[in-house]
C-alpha cells in the first residue's frame, strides 16, 4: 500500500499513531494524537486507515515493511556441560522388591527370570528409543545375576558392557553402552 498525505498510519516498533501532514525528502510528518509531529521513513510506517486523496509516496506495502523489519533471531542452544555428558541417560534398578510387590511368593528362579525378563525389556526399549547408555543395578549378592546379565548383555553385538560407576553404585551396578549404527 501506498502512503499519502491524510493516511492513519502506526510506526513499527514504536507505540505510535498518527496521520501523515507532510513529506520532506524521503521524511514523512507525523501528527500524533498528542498533537506532536514526528518525522519517520516510509519503512517505518504502517497504513492503518488510508486517506481519499490521491498524493503517492511510497510503492512499499505494508506486509513488505513488516517483513523487512523483522530480523530472524538466533537460537541459543542448550550446552551441556562435560559432567552432564557422561552420566548415564537411563537406570533401571533390578532389585526384586522393585519389580513385584510380593517377592516373597516368588521361588528363587521366578524372581531370576522377572529380574532377566526385565532387563532384556528395557535393553531393547534402550535400543529402539537410540539411548546410548543404560545402567543396570543388580545389587551385590551372590553374583547370579549380575553373570546371567553379562551372558544376556554379550548376545548383541551392537553392546558394550562394564563396570559402572564405583563412587555412586559400588560394586552392584553394570553400566551398558549401546553402539548406534551397529544392526543389533
Known amino acids: 500500500m501506498s502512503l499519502k498525505i491524510g493516511d492513519k498510519v502506526s510506526v513499527l516498533d514504536e507505540d505510535i499513531t498518527g496521520i501523515i501532514t507532510r513529506k520532506k525528502g524521503d521524511l514523512f510528518g507525523i501528527e500524533t494524537t498528542d498533537g506532536f509531529v514526528l518525522e519517520f521513513y516510509a519503512y517505518e510506517l504502517v497504513v492503518i486507515e488510508a486517506s481519499l486523496k490521491s498524493e503517492v509516496f511510497s510503492e512499499q506495502s505494508a506486509f513488505e515493511v513488516i517483513q523487512e523489519k523483522e530480523i530472524p533471531q538466533k537460537r541459543k542452544s542448550q550446552r551441556t556441560k562435560p559432567k552432564e555428558r557422561n552420566l548415564p541417560a537411563m537406570e533401571v534398578d533390578l532389585h526384586i522388591h522393585q519389580l513385584t510387590p510380593k517377592p516373597n511368593r516368588l521361588s528363587n528362579h521366578e524372581m531370576l527370570t522377572l529380574q532377566l525378563d526385565t532387563a532384556e525389556r528395557q535393553l531393547k526399549f534402550a535400543i529402539s528409543k537410540r539411548i546410548q547408555k543404560v545402567v543396570f543395578i543388580h545389587g551385590v549378592g551372590e553374583g547370579v545375576l ?36 551397529v544392526e543389533p
Open 146 to 181: 549380575k553373570t546371567e546379565l553379562e551372558y544376556l548383555f554379550g548376545r548383541y553385538n551392537n553392546v558394550t558392557f562394564y563396570a559402572a560407576d564405583y563412587q555412586k553404585y559400588g560394586m552392584g551396578a553394570t553400566e551398558v553402552y549401546i553402539y548406534q549404527n
